[in-house]
């Protein structure tokens, strides 16, 4: 692996991405699986993700969760998400979709109504940590809540002291407590990521509003890129050795030649940033990281300068092992390879001459080269950037604290956790309202005819022109579902259409379908089971139901079938069936907490 | 690389088809790959690669080869 000080990342494009996970696809590398939870549209992540996995020489399968499903996914039975062979666990819970349009809501919420939103997220991610744990060891990384860069409220937000943003990160930092509670769980700071690239390049403020997805491509790949530092981290691949050159790497000048005094360290500008650099090889170097030199020169001029330059912050005794002599570099790094009983791929070499940077990538490949440009402030970003040295517990006492923690504090809290689909579906507080479609819901009936694709049982296209002939006739009822639950509402998200043939005197279901906003809450069975009893008060004793294959609509193959309903006719291409009424009481509807028809407008002519 | 290229290019790595079986036919509705996830990534690939914005309501319409030619006037 070559690394220069520059970005790289800017010009790598989905498109490049996309090749090199096309490509010749090595089968030999260590394996890992990664499932991603989230509540927003995020599926290219997983191609970042895979892309930064290969560069790290990792086979990494990323297996998404359904829309919003995070809990239901974690808590499914036989979950193909959450179990044993998961590794890690990225989940993206946002908070626009949490709480829709939060920052222009906030400013009318009660005190309490501040504290429960507080609790509600809190609580629901505790639940999430917990009932991972109970089923798997994976790693659960998940990125914190981001504050507002803009907020509605300008510079008022901060002129009083529980604007948006407090209310933010107040709410962030007791995740992070949450989360010191568990073991290999990790919140990652989303604020830094945003300041990475830039609030106008992270966002997709049209997408989030369209389609569920407000990050653009930008900020996915740099989602990406940190989670895989934690991947390679848990997969040992973190480096451990870092070998430096000393004359332009570590002070500025070459003691041979400039004299102790000479040397830029601490003074000056340049003196200023190998100070800095310093500082960052000490703390390495303090947190376990192995600090080695590998220098041409007359050992004694360059402990010389340990000892004399006042500027130096590397002491002797941080140095783990050294070769200071005039043998060639890659002699000299075999043998600290040797003395160190470390293997070369966890080793960091840093030189500033382009020679010996391209000796030891010719010679020993697995040691990663960073050649220490005129500006060391390059290479301490590149360092920190691309995280070589990142750990999860700096020792392992910490780790071993954790873990007791854990133990002594969440088997009690076992008792007060939601363990089921059913129960965590009725501690959502869902209520769920059927009714005939009003004149001012046409265009979102027609726009849902014409988006979903997922959970449609005839994949039926239909114009706003369609939709209000529709509407005016007699022969058809449209039945709309609005939902919403304790976090707020999701708007109409199903939509039914039947049909009444007149001759037979038989209501068919020409259209049935639900936006997957609101799948994995039972929402579907509930509307079926509701139009299914409007029809049937009307006088009908039985109701057709139609299912329409389509390349996307799989997921509804059977749901008429385990509704009740009998095949009467069907090929491949379609399929018909026939439910005789009254249908049996829907169960899940137990689980909400009202479920209502609302009669708008009861046409007259039924 | 011309732009009809690039954008078959595009289409192939992310359906996992042949370039070469990319035709006037090529649409969301004959190609099994082309999902509406899959459909969001040649959005915003071609975004990416042309350096233009799709508004998203454009964007629904967009679902086959000749559409996307279209757009990008080849």
């Given at each position: 692996?070559?690394?220069?000080?520059?970005?790289?990342?800017?010009?790598l494009?989905?498109?490049?991405v996309?090749?090199?996970?096309?490509?010749?696809?090595?089968?030999?590398?260590?394996?890992?699986?990664i499932?991603?939870?989230?509540?927003?549209?995020?599926?290219?992540?997983?191609?970042?993700?895979?892309?930064?996995?290969?560069?790290?020489?990792?086979?990494?399968?990323?297996?998404?969760?359904?829309?919003?499903?995070?809990?239901?996914?974690?808590?499914?039975?036989?979950?193909?998400?959450?179990?044993?062979?998961?590794?890690?666990?990225?989940?993206?819970?946002?908070l626009?979709?949490?709480?829709?349009?939060?920052?222009?809501?906030?400013?009318?919420?009660?005190?309490?109504?501040?504290?429960?939103?507080?609790?509600?997220?809190?609580k629901?991610?505790?639940?999430?940590?917990?009932?991972?744990?109970?089923?798997?060891?994976?790693?659960?990384?998940?990125?914190?809540?981001?504050?507002?860069?803009?907020?509605?409220?300008?510079?008022?937000?901060?002129?009083?002291?529980?604007?948006?943003?407090?209310f933010?990160?107040?709410?962030?930092?007791?995740?992070?407590?949450?989360?010191?509670?568990?073991?290999?769980?990790?919140?990652?700071?989303?604020?830094?990521?945003?300041?990475?690239?830039?609030?106008?390049?992270?966002?997709?403020?049209?997408?989030?509003?369209?389609?569920?997805?407000?990050?653009?491509?930008?900020?996915?790949?740099?989602?990406?890129?940190?989670?895989?530092?934690?991947?390679?981290?848990?997969?040992?691949?973190?480096?451990?050795?870092?070998?430096?050159?000393?004359?332009?790497?570590?002070?500025?000048?070459?003691?041979?030649?400039?004299?102790?005094?000479?040397?830029?360290?601490?003074?000056g500008?340049?003196?200023?940033?190998?100070?800095?650099?310093?500082?960052?090889?000490k703390?390495?170097?303090?947190?376990?990281?192995?600090?080695?030199?590998?220098?041409?020169?007359?050992?004694?001029?360059?402990w010389?300068?340990?000892?004399?330059?006042?500027?130096?912050?590397?002491?002797?005794?941080?140095?783990?092992?050294?070769?200071?002599?005039?043998?060639?570099?890659?002699?000299?790094?075999?043998?600290?390879?040797?003395?160190?009983?470390?293997g070369?791929?966890?080793?960091?070499?840093?030189?500033?001459?382009?020679?010996?940077?391209?000796?030891?990538?010719?010679?020993?490949?697995?040691?990663?080269?960073?050649?220490?440009?005129?500006?060391?402030?390059?290479?301490?970003?590149?360092?920190?950037?691309?995280?070589?040295?990142?750990?999860?517990?700096?020792?392992?006492?910490?780790?071993?604290?954790?873990?007791?923690?854990?133990?002594?504090?969440?088997?009690?809290?076992?008792?007060?956790?939601?363990?089921?689909?059913?129960?965590?579906?009725?501690?959502?507080?869902?209520?769920?309202?059927?009714?005939?479609?009003?004149?001012?819901?046409?265009?979102?009936?027609?726009?849902?005819?014409?988006?979903?694709?997922?959970?449609?049982?005839?994949?039926?296209?239909?114009?706003?022109?369609?939709?209000?002939?529709?509407?005016?006739?007699?022969n058809?009822r449209?039945?709309?579902?609005?939902?919403?639950?304790?976090?707020?509402?999701?708007?109409?998200?199903?939509?039914?259409?039947?049909?009444?043939?007149?001759?037979?005197?038989?209501?068919?279901?020409?259209?049935?379908?639900?936006?997957?906003?609101?799948?994995?809450?039972?929402?579907?069975?509930?509307?079926?089971?509701?139009?299914?009893?409007?029809?049937?008060?009307?006088?009908?004793?039985?109701?057709?139901?139609?299912?329409?294959?389509?390349?996307?609509?799989?997921?509804?193959?059977?749901?008429?079938?385990?509704?009740?309903?009998?095949?009467?006719?069907?090929?491949?291409?379609?399929?018909e069936?026939?439910?005789?009424?009254?249908?049996?009481?829907?169960?899940?509807?137990?689980?909400?907490?009202?479920?209502?028809?609302?009669?708008?407008?009861?046409?007259?002519?039924? | 690389?011309?732009?009809?290229?690039?954008?078959?290019e595009?289409?192939?790595?992310?359906?996992?088809i042949?370039?070469?079986?990319?035709?006037?036919?090529?649409?969301?509705?004959?190609?099994?790959?082309?999902?509406?996830?899959?459909?969001?990534?040649?959005?915003?690939?071609?975004?990416?690669?042309?350096?233009?914005?799709?508004s998203?309501?454009?964007?629904?319409?967009?679902?086959?080869?000749?559409?996307?030619?279209?757009?990008?006037?080849?």
């Open positions: 692996m070559v690394i220069s000080g520059d970005k790289i990342m800017s010009e494009t989905f498109l490049k996309k090749k090199r996970l096309n490509g010749n696809k090595l089968t030999n590398l260590p394996k890992v699986s499932s991603i939870l989230r509540n927003i549209t995020v599926d290219q992540v997983g191609d970042y993700i895979e892309y930064y996995g290969l560069q790290s020489n990792l086979d990494i399968e990323c297996k998404f969760g359904g829309f919003d499903n995070i809990f239901q996914d974690i808590i499914a039975l036989d979950s193909e998400l959450v179990n044993q062979d998961s590794d890690v666990i990225l989940v993206f819970y946002h626009e979709m949490i709480y829709k349009q939060l920052s222009y809501l906030y400013p009318s919420f009660t005190l309490s109504e501040r504290e429960s939103a507080t609790e509600n997220i809190i629901f991610v505790e639940n999430c940590l917990f009932e991972i744990r109970n089923r798997s060891n994976a790693v659960v990384l998940w990125p914190s809540l981001e504050l507002y860069v803009l907020s509605p409220l300008g510079i008022f937000d901060n002129h009083y002291n529980d604007g948006v943003n407090d933010i990160l107040d709410i962030n930092r007791k995740l992070s407590s949450v989360f010191s509670k568990f073991l290999d769980c990790f919140l990652i700071c989303s604020q830094s990521l945003v300041s990475r690239i830039g609030y106008n390049d992270f966002y997709d403020q049209e997408r989030r509003i369209s389609a569920a997805s407000p990050y653009s491509l930008a900020a996915l790949r740099e989602y990406a890129l940190e989670s895989v530092k934690y991947i390679r981290a848990l997969k040992g691949l973190s480096k451990k050795v870092i070998v430096c050159d000393c004359d332009n790497t570590i002070w500025g000048g070459v003691v041979g030649e400039d004299g102790v005094q000479n040397l830029q360290i601490g003074s500008a340049l003196g200023g940033i190998f100070e800095e650099f310093q500082h960052m090889l703390t390495l170097s303090k947190n376990g990281i192995v600090l080695a030199l590998c220098s041409k020169n007359n050992e004694e001029d360059v010389e300068v340990f000892e004399k330059h006042h500027g130096m912050v590397l002491q002797k005794n941080d140095i783990a092992a050294y070769r200071i002599n005039w043998k060639n570099k890659i002699e000299n790094i075999k043998s600290i390879a040797e003395e160190l009983n470390l070369l791929d966890s080793f960091v070499f840093i030189d500033d001459s382009d020679f010996e940077c391209q000796l030891v990538r010719d010679k020993l490949s697995n040691v990663t080269v960073i050649h220490m440009t005129k500006n060391p402030i390059e290479v301490i970003n590149t360092i920190n950037e691309k995280g070589f040295f990142d750990r999860y517990s700096l020792t392992n006492e910490d780790a071993l604290r954790t873990k007791m923690y854990i133990s002594d504090s969440f088997r009690r809290k076992s008792t007060s956790s939601v363990v089921d689909i059913s129960s965590y579906i009725q501690s959502l507080e869902i209520n769920v309202q059927v009714s005939y479609c009003n004149s001012s819901e046409i265009s979102r009936v027609s726009q849902l005819t014409q988006k979903t694709n997922q959970f449609n049982l005839t994949g039926k296209r239909y114009t706003e022109q369609n939709i209000k002939e529709m509407y005016q006739s007699s058809f449209i039945f709309t579902l609005d939902y919403n639950d304790k976090f707020g509402s999701l708007g109409l998200v199903g939509v039914a259409i039947v049909e009444i043939d007149r001759v037979c005197n038989l209501p068919a279901i020409d259209t049935f379908l639900m936006s997957c906003r609101a799948l994995g809450r039972s929402v579907e069975y509930v509307f079926l089971d509701t139009i299914c009893r409007k029809i049937y008060d009307m006088g009908y004793s039985s109701i057709k139901g139609i299912h329409i294959p389509t390349k996307k609509n799989k997921q509804t193959e059977d749901f008429y079938i385990r509704n009740g309903f009998e095949v009467v006719i069907g090929n491949e291409l379609s399929l069936l026939l439910l005789p009424m009254p249908k049996v009481e829907c169960i899940e509807k137990n689980q909400f907490k009202s479920v209502s028809f609302k009669n708008f407008m009861e046409k007259n002519n039924v | 690389m011309s732009n009809n290229e690039k954008l078959k595009i289409l192939a790595l992310i359906l996992e042949d370039v070469r079986d990319i035709n006037d036919s090529t649409s969301f509705d004959v190609i099994d790959s082309w999902d509406s996830m899959n459909h969001m990534s040649i959005i915003l690939s071609i975004e990416e690669e042309f350096n233009i914005k799709i998203d309501e454009a964007a629904l319409d967009l679902t086959s080869y000749p559409l996307l030619l279209k757009l990008l006037k080849l």
